[in-house]
């Protein structure tokens, strides 16, 4: 079964400045999504990257697949508050399944 | 965008009663939904595919006569949490594919914190 180990586990950044989760797969990422996960609340889908060294980027948020598909990094410029919670990144199987697997999760602290 | 909408939010039960969490797509039809389970502090884990019209597939450590999935339309499923126990208590969130294709986006549902004293 795929792994999914993300890092670091837990981060603690001050209001404006830039950071980056990772998440590395024992296998080849054949969908790569990332959602936001407030505590106790449902998953936020926020990007999906598919081919090697596809980026994507909504608002202050870039997400990226590296070439051989193995690591994807999402990071945040100028943090805001509103960025505080956990992120997830989930993979996908090939064709013709539908079921996530998700990594350990990054929680996110967003100080003033 | 698509909404999964889950019902209840939380919920208080005893030990031994039985409880049922609803899933429903509101605005789009899911031939398939799916049931995770998730503890404190703690990644979310599958537990089970939930199919319209037939029956669920459940993870492998999964007890299927624990937990109940029903798939009755396309926009309903159900998840019933059977004599529950206090180690049934965790976060229980369902989720659905809104598109067509298998790489369309998984929308959530707001999960559900039952809690079994």
């Known amino acids: 079964s795929q792994e999914l180990e993300q890092s670091p586990q837990s981060l603690i950044v001050q209001e404006g400045k830039n950071l980056t989760i990772n998440c590395t797969s024992s296998?080849?990422?054949?969908?790569l999504y990332w959602y936001k996960q407030k505590y106790g609340e449902g998953l936020i889908f926020l990007m999906m990257?598919?081919?090697?060294?596809e980026e994507k980027s909504h608002e202050k948020i870039t997400a990226k697949l590296d070439e051989k598909k193995q690591q994807s990094s999402l990071h945040i410029t100028a943090s805001q508050p509103s960025h505080a919670g956990i992120y997830l990144c989930?993979?996908?199987?090939?064709?013709?399944?539908?079921?996530?697997?998700f990594g350990t999760g990054t929680r996110l602290t967003i100080i003033p | 965008g698509a909404v999964v909408s889950q019902h209840p939010s939380w919920v208080i039960c005893k030990s031994g009663t039985s409880v049922k969490i609803e899933c429903r797509s509101l605005?789009?039809?899911?031939?398939?939904m799916f049931w995770y389970r998730q503890f404190p502090k703690q990644s979310l884990m599958l537990m089970a595919t939930?199919?319209?019209?037939?029956?669920?597939?459940?993870e492998q450590g999964v007890e299927k006569d624990k937990f109940l999935i029903n798939h009755a339309s396309l926009t309903l499923s159900t998840l019933t949490v059977t004599s529950a126990h206090p180690e049934d208590s965790s976060f229980y969130i369902c989720?659905?594919?809104?598109?067509?294709?298998?790489?369309?986006?998984?929308?959530f549902g707001n999960g559900t914190r039952l809690t079994v004293t």
């Open positions: 989720s659905a594919r809104s598109g067509a294709f298998y790489n369309s986006p998984l929308h």
């Open positions: 296998k080849t990422l054949y969908g």
């Open positions: 990257l598919q081919k090697g060294g």
């Open positions: 989930g993979a996908g199987p090939p064709f013709g399944n539908e079921k996530l697997t």
């Open positions: 605005d789009f039809q899911a031939t398939t």
């Open positions: 939930s199919n319209e019209g037939s029956k669920a597939t459940y």
